[in-house]
């Protein structure tokens, strides 16, 4: 099984939807993305958190068996984002971001953490997701996520950093503005030409793509009769994609394409419920059965 | 080989994409319908064509093996559409519509096409497709499609219609007018316990869904590089799918996943060209290769 490291943002995130509301709940792109890993494979955590962090979400990422060494608790308030979602769940309406000890967060990797066989890289400033990668040795694979913000503000640094990477995860909007074309397969034939051997496109409830110079692979969303919450679902669909990977070494085409259906099962799982509330009480078992409900989904017999 | 009979329109599309634009060119639901399904099946079509109807036109249905027995030549001009598509392809903006000999279509059934194996109901009044439902005698299989202005102005006629029917074919925001619900699963349940046995929503670039009582099935849509003209994708799609079924006579649940995929693969064809141009120099070897294609595009492998 491979070591796993993860730098991303923990949160308090308040979260309206037409099926609920709640105030202060525990978020973050590193949170998501290791507790669905978690799943899968041993996970070690960078990110910062307030004075105000509580001791249960310590307890909880613990239990989950994630290294949170790296979890840095400074004086100030933990990052809090505060977003709303129409029946359309798409796409959320951010309403408030207070980055709070985010602001000046310089990612310090423990030494027992620079040997990583998997490193992914959450959606923070595409500077410090360089210094991260200065800090370790070479991993087997690095992922990387990044969001409009940065791919406006920050494109030099970012294309350094894709320059360095094997698997960009972004969103469809942030891939045509990436890549500065409404056409994914023209933005996937720019992208790998610089940098990134795969390139995963996140589509919500359209499901996903994955190009890479010989193949591209498909996937729908797994049809849900309830989502509650898509907060997090982005960055749960990466967690079990690289917690899978980690789990089995097998970065071939076929081994990326499972670990895509296993990160749209824990994505379709977070969904159901708000923060990470499905997730606390999932088993591996619901994981195993909903991977072969989702073959059945998508299974055609071909041509003779 | 079953024998397929549609009732649709046959237009004249104005149409402006990024790409391109074109004026009065061959358009219509039973134009793109019954050529794509004349690439698996013989077809009997059912329309009506002004006095401005070229011969040209014509002369492609026949040579497409088309019998246009039923496409009724009446005084006036041709139903014509202007629309206009955004960068985002997905939806057309409806410029202008001019019914002419349309407002007063009624389908009259020539005798030898009322025992056909298969009916497609394109996008006309509820009322009409009831009466072309009067006119012959239950087909094996009966699909059928409808738009917004029926299910907001003609609910009643139009479930009616439903009750009758096998196979509803829509598009996504469609299908949740009809199910006034959000969530497409809902929808299904809802749709499919008043009627049809399959829903089938299309979703654009996005693939399409299929849900029956014991089964749920999900294809993405197959990238594409240029996409220059969506304009009769679904009613291609509706070709490709009923042609294949036409052709087999294998309904079952992995009858109609195949014919999905060959519809799907039609409309991929399609798009990839204005008006029909693409399918009139497609032949069927290039139909299987992007077949197999799709069926390389969805693959994964299944737990062990």
New interface residues.
């Given amino acids: 099984m491979g070591k796993l490291l993860v730098v991303g943002s923990v949160a308090f995130d308040t979260v309206k939807t037409p099926f609920g509301e709640v105030e202060d709940v525990l978020g973050g792109s590193a949170t998501y993305f290791s507790t669905a890993a978690s799943f899968f494979t041993e996970v070690d955590l960078i990110a910062v958190v307030g004075e105000d962090f509580p001791e249960q979400h310590i307890e909880f990422l613990k239990g989950r068996g994630i290294d949170i060494s790296g979890l840095e608790r400074r004086s100030g308030k933990t990052f809090r984002w505060k977003g709303e979602y129409s029946?359309?769940?798409n796409e959320a309406q951010t309403l408030d971001t207070q980055l709070n000890v985010l602001e000046t967060f310089r990612p310090k990797i423990p030494d027992h953490y620079r040997n990583p066989d998997l490193l992914f890289l959450g959606n923070i400033d595409p500077e410090l997701q360089l210094d991260v990668l200065n800090q370790v040795k070479r991993p087997k694979l690095v992922a990387c996520d990044t969001m409009n913000f940065w791919i406006g503000g920050k494109r030099e640094a970012l294309w350094k950093v894709l320059e360095k990477v094997d698997v960009l995860v972004i969103n469809d909007g942030e891939a045509r503005e990436l890549g500065q074309d409404?056409?994914?397969?023209?933005v996937a034939?720019e992208t790998l030409a610089r940098g990134p051997k795969h390139l995963i496109i996140k589509?919500g409830e359209?499901?996903v793509?994955m190009?890479n110079e010989k193949?591209?692979?498909?996937?729908?969303?797994f049809?849900?009769?309830?989502?509650k919450d898509p907060t997090g679902a982005g960055d749960t669909f990466a967690g079990g994609f690289m917690g899978h990977l980690a789990a089995t070494g097998d970065f071939s085409d076929?081994g990326l394409?499972?670990a895509?259906?296993f990160g749209s099962v824990m994505a379709s799982f977070n969904v159901e419920a708000f923060s990470l509330d499905r997730l606390r009480d999932l088993d591996y078992k619901e994981v195993?059965t909903r991977?072969?409900e989702f073959?059945?989904?998508?299974?055609?017999?071909?041509?003779s």
């Fill in positions: 029946y359309q769940l409404s056409n994914l397969v023209k034939q589509r359209y499901g793509l190009f193949h591209t692979f498909g996937a729908p969303a049809p849900l009769e309830m989502v076929a394409r499972r895509i259906v195993e991977f072969r073959k059945r989904l998508t299974h055609f017999e071909d041509l």
